[in-house]
């Protein structure tokens, strides 16, 4: 399994970005993807997850109302779409998957509960 993640990028604070997640070596519907980010200096936060369907989405309350996650079985790939971006959004980005069978009951939405991790992408929101 394989997870390459992109569209990071340098914007202003106030504007949005869409980050994308290409997942190989699996059968997307199988499962659940999530997103991660880590500031400089800081720990790794969850920033929301998204069921195998598509259908549930969960996003951490720092970033509720602005930033909203989709995904496309089809081409195998998951976005995270990030709104009024604020400077405290500055970090690496990184999707993570995981068996949705594994979790079956809540979305998972620690570090530990995903098996798969992308190698990140860097979103510098600047004033």
């Known amino acids: 399994v394989q997870l390459q993640a992109s569209g990071g990028g340098l914007v202003q604070a106030g504007g949005s970005l869409r980050l994308s997640c290409a997942a190989s070596?699996?059968?997307?519907?199988?499962?659940?993807m999530g997103w991660f980010r880590q500031a400089l200096g800081k720990e790794r936060e969850f920033v929301g997850s998204?069921?195998?369907?598509?259908?549930?989405?969960v996003t951490a309350d720092s970033v509720k109302g602005r930033f909203a996650i989709s995904r496309d079985n089809a081409v195998k790939r998951a976005y995270l779409q990030m709104n009024n971006l604020k400077l405290e959004d500055t970090a690496v980005y990184y999707c993570?998957?995981?068996?949705?069978?594994?979790?079956?009951?809540?979305?998972?939405?620690?570090?530990?509960?995903?098996?798969?991790w992308g190698q990140g992408t860097l979103v510098t929101v600047s004033s």
């Open positions: 993570a998957a995981v068996k949705a069978s594994r979790w079956p009951i809540a979305p998972a939405s620690t570090q530990r509960q995903y098996d798969y």
């Open positions: 070596g699996l059968i997307s519907r199988d499962y659940a």
């Open positions: 998204i069921s195998r369907s598509g259908g549930s989405t």
